[in-house]
C-alpha cells in the first residue's frame, strides 16, 4: 500500500511549560493542569517539582523531586520547543524554587504566572519559611501575574491586613507585576476577584459563590490565566476569560470521593461551548 502522508496544521498549539507537584487525583497539581490546558487547546509540558500522596480529603505526604532533576526536566523541553508561558504551582522546596527561578529569568519575554501554593484546601503545609523567603526575593520579581487566594497574599506579603489594596500593593512592591487575589476564603456574599498593578485595581470581578468545596480551583484558575496569555491575551483579558473558564468547570464540578469536588474542565466540549 502506498504512503500518504498525514496532514499536520501548520502551526502547533501554544505550549506552556508547568513547574508543578504531581497528584494522584487529577484534581490538582500538574495533572490538573495538563487537563486545563488541553480544554484550552494548549499543548502542556511539564517539570514535576514533587510527588504527593493525596486524595480528594487531604494530602498525606510530599517529596520534593532533586533539584538538578526539576532543572533537566525544564531545560530539555524549552531546548527543544517553542515555549509561550510559564505556569509555577507547588514548588516542594527552597532549592527547586531557586532553581525555577533561575530557569525562568532566562526568558524574560515569555509571560509567567505564579500560584503560590502554600497550604492544601484543608490546611496540610506545602511551603516552609526558606520557600517563601525564595518566593519573595526571586520569584515575584519574575512573575507577570500571581493568583494567591488571601491568606496566601496576607502570608507572602507580610502584611495581616483586611486592607486588600495594601496587600496587592506589597506583593507589587516585591516585584510581581499583576496580582489577581482570589476572595473564595473571605465572607464576602459573591466571591470577590480582584486584580491590580503598580496603579492599584484595575478590575473587581463577582462571581456566585457555588455551595461545596473543590480540589483543584486555584490550580484551573492560574493555569487558565496561563493558557489565554499563550495565546496572546493581554493580563486583564486573560484573568477575565480565565475566571469565567474556572467558574464553569466548578458549576460542572463531580463528585468521584470521599472528599471534594473536582472542576471538569472538559465542560465546555461536552456541552458544545466554542
Known amino acids: 500500500m502506498p504512503h500518504t502522508p ?11 511549560l508547568v513547574f508543578a507537584a504531581s497528584d494522584p487525583t487529577s484534581g490538582a497539581g ?15 509540558v511539564t517539570a514535576i517539582t514533587a510527588l504527593t500522596a493525596q486524595d480528594t480529603v487531604g494530602v498525606y505526604s510530599l517529596n520534593p523531586v532533586a533539584a538538578e532533576q526539576v532543572a533537566a526536566q525544564a531545560r530539555v523541553v524549552l ?11 507547588v514548588l516542594g522546596s527552597a532549592n527547586n524554587a531557586r532553581v525555577v527561578a533561575d530557569i525562568v529569568a532566562e526568558y524574560p519575554d515569555i509571560p509567567l504566572v505564579l500560584d503560590p501554593v502554600l497550604a492544601s484546601g484543608r490546611g496540610d503545609a506545602f511551603a516552609d519559611e526558606a520557600l517563601i523567603a525564595v518566593l519573595r526575593e526571586k520569584l515575584l520579581p519574575r512573575a507577570t501575574l500571581i493568583t494567591p487566594n488571601t491568606p496566601e497574599a496576607r502570608r507572602l506579603s507580610g502584611c495581616a491586613t ?14 510581581a507585576r499583576h496580582v489577581l487575589l482570589t476572595g473564595a476564603h473571605e465572607a464576602e456574599e459573591s466571591v470577590c476577584n480582584r486584580l491590580y498593578d ?48 474556572t467558574w464553569q468547570s466548578l458549576a460542572h464540578a463531580f463528585h468521584p470521593g470521599k472528599g471534594q469536588y473536582i472542576p471538569d474542565r472538559f465542560w465546555r466540549q461536552k456541552h458544545g461551548v466554542a
Open 6 to 16: 498525514l496532514s499536520f496544521p501548520q502551526k502547533p498549539p501554544p505550549v506552556v
Open 162 to 175: 483586611d486592607d486588600f489594596a495594601s496587600i496587592a500593593a506589597r506583593l507589587v512592591a516585591l516585584g
Open 79 to 89: 531546548a527543544d520547543m517553542s515555549v509561550a508561558a510559564f505556569k509555577i504551582g
Open 198 to 245: 503598580a496603579s492599584g485595581l484595575l478590575d473587581t470581578s463577582a462571581w456566585a459563590r457555588l455551595p461545596d468545596g473543590f480540589h483543584g480551583s486555584g490550580c484551573t484558575l492560574a493555569t487558565a490565566c496561563a493558557a489565554y496569555l499563550a495565546q496572546g491575551k493581554d493580563v486583564p483579558d486573560a484573568v477575565r476569560a480565565a475566571q469565567g473558564f
Open 30 to 44: 500538574a495533572q490538573a493542569d495538563l487537563l486545563t490546558l488541553a480544554a484550552l487547546d494548549c499543548h502542556p
